[in-house]
């Protein structure tokens, strides 16, 4: 195994430390602090970068701590930094970025979290492996197509890898193949409530006994020619899939295959500042998911547009218990252009590709009086700011760890039309 001895220079957007080959190139490499002098060895080389993982720290940061877990670099590799530091690099790459793209955003501290920093999330995939003691949980390798088996995540709350691996208990009494399995999704509520979906293979697949660890699970014949677990034809299910919690003390109901944000106590500190933002008025949400945002901040009437049918169905469930006024749209935002208006605040959540063209050259034809623009992807949503801010000034901007021991990052921005000059 080759190994260059490597000095991390800083930590950038996506998780890893950047440093520079012996040859010129730069490399990005996971296992790594700034400041830290690591043996790096090289997983992927391209012409001009190179990637890496550490394996052996010559220099260790002060930051540095001892992950948890044997498998902490395929799920949260910042296991390896104290959490203070933690939250100053994340705030620190997301001024990187916003400068890169020369966005005006105002001051703002260290990234915001509530809640615990393990256990938190209510939401795991994982896949399996079989040998010759049967069939276990298990998580891909960074760098490798090779899979590690776990009993469990350090991330996910206790209840997902309890019925995770009840699940697998059952499934190892049928004698399954690992290779006929994609994989499970487990998700959790608040209260302990857990529900999963479990994506086959096999177009038929064996009766299960739904263990006592789960209210509800569906299994999915999933196109073995497709690598990504999406439902091609639902075979069965048992019991309930359906889980509730509430968000800014609102009673909100989604289902295993619905949009539901995955760390509620953080998401509900980002949507104190979202409700403040547009109180009294009329909201229009776009990727609205299940309704999680508009329908906890609005007051008085809410638009929600989403394109995921089985969000939808959540949505227009969620929608009749808050006594609002208001309409839920089964689209997609690029299509539904003609709710985004000159009249009402707009709350944009958009996945990680950012907004499309479309969406940006709408809001600058008919310029909303606000944009609440909440994203998982700090660069994406830098490069659309950087396209806004000709007719908006950005009001208040904060960044909040969604996903505390991962790289992940979430920005939240409040954006104020700005007054025509006469």
Known sequence: ???????????????????????????????????EIVNARIIKQKRSYAEAIAEEIIKASPERIEPREVNYLATSPWQIMDFAAEAKHKADIVRELFAHEHVDIPSFGDAITAGPEWRYRNKMEYSFWGDDNGLHLALYQRG??????????????????????????????????????????????????VVAALYTKLPKFTK??????LKGL????????????????????????SLEDTLLGRPFKYDVAAFFQVNIPVFERALEDIKQAVSGEVVT?????????????????????????????????????????????????????EYI???????????????????????????PSKIIYLSCNPATHARDLAFLQAAYSI????????????????????????????
């Open 218 to 241: 569906r299994v999915y014949y999933s196109n073995p020619k497709s690598p990504a677990s999406v439902p091609t034809k639902l075979i069965y299910e048992l019991g309930d899939v």
């Open 285 to 337: 949400d776009m990727y609205a998911g299940a309704g999680g945002i508009g329908l906890s901040v609005a007051t008085k009437q809410v638009y929600l547009v989403e394109l995921d049918p089985a969000s939808v169905a959540m949505a227009r469930e969620n929608f009749v218990k808050t006594g609002l006024k208001g309409e839920v749209i089964e689209a997609s935002t690029e299509k539904s252009l």
């Open 144 to 193: 490798t197509h090779g899979k590690q088996i776990v009993q469990g995540s350090e991330l996910a709350m206790p209840a997902i890898d309890a019925a995770a691996t009840a699940i697998c208990r059952e499934l190892s009494k049928l004698q399954t193949r690992a290779g006929d399995l994609k994989t499970i999704i487990v998700r959790a509520s608040q209260n302990g409530d």
């Open 341 to 367: 208006t000159g009249d009402n605040p707009v709350i944009f959540d958009p996945p990680r590709a950012g907004l499309h063209v479309k969406v940006v050259e709408r809001v600058l034809e008919t310029l």
């Open 1 to 35: 195994m080759d190994l260059e001895k490597v000095t991390i220079e800083k930590l950038v957007h996506g998780g890893q430390g950047l440093a520079e080959l012996a040859d010129g190139r730069k490399v990005f490499v996971w296992n790594a602090l700034p400041g």
């Open 395 to 422: 009001d208040q901007f904060e960044v909040f760890n969604f996903f505390p021991r991962t790289p992940h990052i979430e920005t939240l921005a409040v954006l104020t039309r700005r007054k025509l000059v006469q």
């Open 208 to 213: 299960l006994d739904l263990p006592k660890e």
